[in-house]
């Protein structure tokens, strides 16, 4: 299995992905720099969190114009899979490689915590087929920006092609489920094709073992399972 | 004085010299300083510079121990923590600022003192903070702790270090002036350690980083003055924060000395371009000569003054190997960031700046440094304070009204609100984050854990100075402890008022006897520290507040404790029982909350005891005898207990004392002890009467979501939750 994670000046999540990987498939991934022009053949990309280019101008709007992108994008071309977390999630939306937008937080505050999802049964993501629609997952959320927004007919058309993939469920703390005023409670969508996902929560964070929850390892291990060729 | 001599002479004063420090300067030069040369040794000769009033009593703090490295006098103390490896940290304040222009204050002392971490060679790997703000329901507190709180985590969270705990107090007497300290803790190898001090006439100083722009001109100084309510208008002087430049200096620093390419490294914080400048030469015992032209501005026509005493954020200043100049020229390159040779290093033992060809500066280095002023300045002793009459203070309601009360006062309710705004897990090596005893940060790739606290009890330390000193060292120690760590050494932040009035002196000199008498006794030295002095507005003083940040290890952080509460457990309390200490109620929050009577003595710390119970709590965790602990301090041990209730979702039923009055009891603030759940209650028992540890039976957790009391006494944790969760927002968006 192929892995790259994509480091783009301001990426601070790389390193984490990394150790998320190895401890998952026993090899450590290639850290490829937004600078080189070409990416080698590979069956995932993953675009960690953080503040590409210091999220300056709008999230990830800087960093979808990185020279690396033209590589990104024949690979989605030729049907690659990619994971874009938090940061990552928005780059993919600012490249247009995802529907809708990521904007700031209903309350305009950064808001880091626990989060509890519920997986979309009605799914087509190619990546995460092997988890369990009937269980939820815990795994949390630090972002400004993952309030989802899309126009009503996008949103129509991300609902009936099953492009969302997770939503947020509730929070021990808040009176309310939603977190950030995402639309539909979108916590996670993926491409028409299925092989591109963006998520804000951060999986790496729950690897258990020292984490509160192991339900990012699990959410990897589906989408490692996923792309074994 | 000429006409030249008495403009210049003025120019001094408002730079903040005395008369006889102007003379000293016009000494050491044989003459008249010229504009630029003034603002250098004003701002070296500025309190925040030169800890001119503090430095005597400074020095009489342990600085040395078996773990340290490198003690205060770099950019950030260095101790060993074994396997080769070395935890670089210190603790900055950045109160002035931060009062004048809340979320850039902040976020800029965020900045500073992760650069003086990572200027030392370290990957910085945690954050914590120490705040205090006015009254809750003051017209201003919202807006600052609102600002405060984004500011921290807009650096912390952009650069991608975690914010893993810290600690807020409300208080009337921070209404004008708030404090912000930050801490940051980083990671090293312990023979990849780099220092200040310059070497090698000829070698190249380079000026990499950010521009230099007009910001923050001057600032060390005006954080050496008294505040008056003309303070806002001082905005200009706050420096403006670029984390993510920050975040490829961090990048590019660290890629460089691994490279070897570095002989010193300094970064500009206070004083900028000058204070970076003269330490790396004084502490080499050389001179500097700098083209001011060949400094990247980002602002047309500056002065070589406005240069040098420019604030600007994100910026270093190194001595580069100059054999590896050009690898160091491509790893800046690469993160495109200014690498610009300004100058080189002389043996001259003089400070020379050139602009526009001419000399705009010639100065020689030592007097800069080492003939600072230095003051013995007059303090009277506290007033001893006696214990308040139990009596006066407690109230005939039920235990379960004053805990409600407790837990929803500003004092003891849930921080949440303002550290959901941290990224407290970034890096992924956060074992506990915010909301515990001490912070847990894993060492990557070791099995090894990195415990970290900051405390103060300030109406402690404001009754009784000394008392207060030892009890913040003591309480970061419990802190530490209670996580199953080893506490090993110190950063201090002193903030006091005006050391010009002997009662405030009286405070700093006191509270750092008592800081001195902790250290020693609890085996914890102190390797950095900071001072911030004149926190007064309109004349009014600041409750004194030296924040102590300890830092601890522990070998296997699989073994790390937590306050969560697990069911079926036995509760003791280590360290107390009715016997010895029916529970001191003078000047606690008890006392603040419910009796409202302020003042009397605080509770007395016994540092034997201390070192005799933290000891005890490890050669408990070391045994696995310890599920759940938890230090009481304040609210006392009822409070202590709702929150490893809450933490763990599991309620207690709990015995009501028989001796001593319950209130005073439940709700003491005694030094030295612990809570623990145990299920090896027998062993516990043992052990503490061999130990000689006084130990006392509190009762039995289970998964009924309620807290019971033996007189009948009955409260729901759900009750308790919404009251402790709901606390702050509720008495801050009040106002807002």
Not at chain 2, 315 to 337: H, S
């Amino acid at each position: 299995m192929r892995i790259a994670i994509i480091v783009f000046p301001g990426s601070n999540c790389d390193r984490d992905m990394m150790v998320a990987v190895e401890s998952l498939t026993g090899r450590r991934p290639a850290l490829i720099w937004h600078k080189q022009n070409n990416l080698d053949p590979i069956d995932l990309a993953i675009i960690p969190g953080g503040f590409s280019f210091g999220d300056y101008l709008r999230c990830g709007a800087l960093a979808a114009h990185s020279p690396i992108m033209n590589a990104l994008h024949d690979h989605a071309a030729r049907g690659g899979a990619i994971l874009g977390v938090c940061n990552g999630f928005q780059i993919l939306t600012e490249s247009g490689m995802l529907p809708g937008f990521l904007g700031r937080n209903q309350e305009l505050k950064f808001i880091c915590k626990q989060i509890t999802l519920s997986v979309n049964g009605a799914t087509n993501c190619a990546l995460t087929g092997s988890l369990d629609h009937k269980q939820t997952l815990q795994i949390p959320i630090a972002h400004n920006e993952g309030n989802f927004f899309a126009d009503a007919e996008t949103l129509n058309r991300i609902e009936s092609n099953g492009q969302v993939v997770l939503r947020y469920k509730s929070d021990k703390y808040a009176t309310s489920s939603n977190p950030n005023g995402s639309l539909n409670n979108i916590a996670a969508i993926c491409s028409l094709n299925g092989k591109i996902l963006g998520m804000m929560p951060h999986p790496e964070r729950a690897m258990g073992k020292g984490h509160e929850s192991a339900d990012g390892r699990k959410l990897l291990h589906s989408i490692f399972e996923a792309i074994k060729t | 004085m000429s006409k030249k001599a008495e403009m210049q002479y003025e120019n001094a004063v408002s730079m903040g010299l005395s008369e006889e420090e102007w003379l000293s300067v016009c000494s050491h030069l044989g003459r008249i300083p010229n504009l630029c040369e003034l603002g250098i040794f004003s701002a070296m000769w500025s309190e925040h510079c030169s800890y001119k009033s503090s430095k005597k009593w400074l020095k009489t703090l342990p600085t040395e121990g078996e773990c340290v490295i490198q003690g205060p006098g770099e950019n950030a103390g260095v101790i060993d923590i074994g396997d080769g490896l070395a935890v670089v940290f210190k603790i900055e304040s950045h109160n002035h600022p931060s009062f004048i222009e809340p979320h850039q204050g902040a976020a800029t002392g965020v900045g500073g003192i992760l650069r003086d971490v990572f200027t030392m060679g370290a990957r910085p790997i945690a954050l914590l903070n120490a705040l205090r703000f006015g009254q809750i329901d003051h017209k201003k507190t919202s807006h600052l702790i609102s600002g405060v709180t984004s500011g921290i985590g807009s650096y912390g969270n952009c650069i991608g270090i975690p914010t893993v705990g810290g600690e807020v107090e409300f208080d009337s007497s921070y209404n004008g002036n708030i404090l912000v300290n930050a801490m940051a803790v980083g990671l090293a190898h312990n023979d990849r350690i780099f220092y200040s001090a310059a070497s090698g006439a000829g070698n190249p100083v380079i000026y990499v980083g950010a521009k230099t722009g007009r910001d923050g001109i001057h600032g060390a100084t005006m954080a050496s003055a008294e505040f008056n309510d003309e303070a806002e208008l001082k905005r200009p002087t706050v420096q403006v924060g670029d984390p993510f430049k920050g975040k490829l200096l961090m990048e590019a620093c660290l890629e460089l000395m691994a490279a070897d390419a570095v002989i010193a490294i300094q970064d500009m914080g206070a004083a900028g371009l000058t204070s970076s400048s003269v330490e790396m030469a004084a502490k080499g015992g050389l001179g500097m000569e700098i083209d001011l032209d060949l400094v990247p501005v980002r602002e047309t026509n500056m002065t070589a003054y406005e240069i040098m005493l420019s604030e600007s954020q994100e910026r270093m200043l190194m001595v580069v190997n100059p054999n590896q100049a050009e690898i160091a020229q491509q790893i800046f390159n690469k993160w495109d960031l200014d690498f610009m040779p300004i100058g080189k290093v002389t043996e001259t033992d003089r400070l020379v700046l050139l602009k526009e060809g001419k000399i705009a500066c010639d100065i020689p280095v030592a007097p800069l440094v080492d003939n600072a002023p230095e003051y013995d300045r007059p303090h009277l002793s506290s007033e001893i304070q006696i214990a308040a009459n139990i009596n006066d203070i407690v109230q005939k309601i039920p235990i379960t009204e004053a805990l409600k009360i407790l837990v929803g006062s500003e004092d003891l309710c849930s921080r949440r609100w303002v550290y959901e705004q941290y990224d407290s897990q970034v890096m992924a090596d956060t074992i506990v984050g915010p909301g515990g005893d001490a912070a847990l940060v894993r060492v990557y790739g070791t099995k090894k854990a990195i415990a970290l606290t900051t405390d103060c009890t300030t109406r402690y330390v404001e009754a009784d100075p000394f008392s207060g000193g030892k009890q913040a060292v003591a309480e970061a120690y419990r802190n530490i402890i209670a996580v199953g760590a080893t506490p090993l050494a110190i950063t201090n932040n002193l903030n006091f008022g005006n050391p010009e009035k002997p009662e405030i002196m009286a405070q700093l000199v006191e509270s750092v006897a008592g800081i001195k008498d902790a250290c020693i006794q609890l085996s914890t030295p102190v390797v950095s520290g900071n001072v911030s002095l004149y926190n007064e507005t309109e004349g009014r003083a600041i409750k004194p507040c030296p924040v102590i940040g300890m830092v601890g290890v522990m070998d296997d952080w699989e073994k790390s404790g937590t306050i969560a509460l697990p069911s079926d457990n036995d509760i003791v309390i280590i360290g107390q029982n009715e016997k010895n200490n029916s529970g001191w109620l003078s000047n606690s929050t008890y006392a603040k909350f419910i009796s409202k009577k302020l003042g009397g003595a605080p509770p007395p710390v016994d540092l034997n005891s201390e070192l005799k119970a933290g000891k005890f709590i490890l050669d408990c965790y070391h045994n696995d005898l310890i599920n759940a602990a938890h230090d009481i301090s304040d609210g006392g041990m009822l409070v202590a207990l709702t929150e490893m209730m809450l933490a763990g979702n599991n309620g207690a039923e709990i015995i009501h004392p028989k001796e001593a009055d319950p209130h005073c009891w439940f709700f003491g603030e005694n030094q030295s002890s612990y809570i623990i759940a145990t299920t090896k209650l027998k062993e516990i028992i043992k052990r503490s009467e061999n130990a000689n540890i006084p130990f006392s039976y509190l009762g039995r957790s289970s998964s009924t979501q309620e807290l019971k009391i033996s007189n009948g006494d009955i409260i729901s944790l759900k009750e308790l939750q919404n009251i402790y969760e709901t606390g702050l927002t509720k008495q801050l968006l009040q106002f807002s």
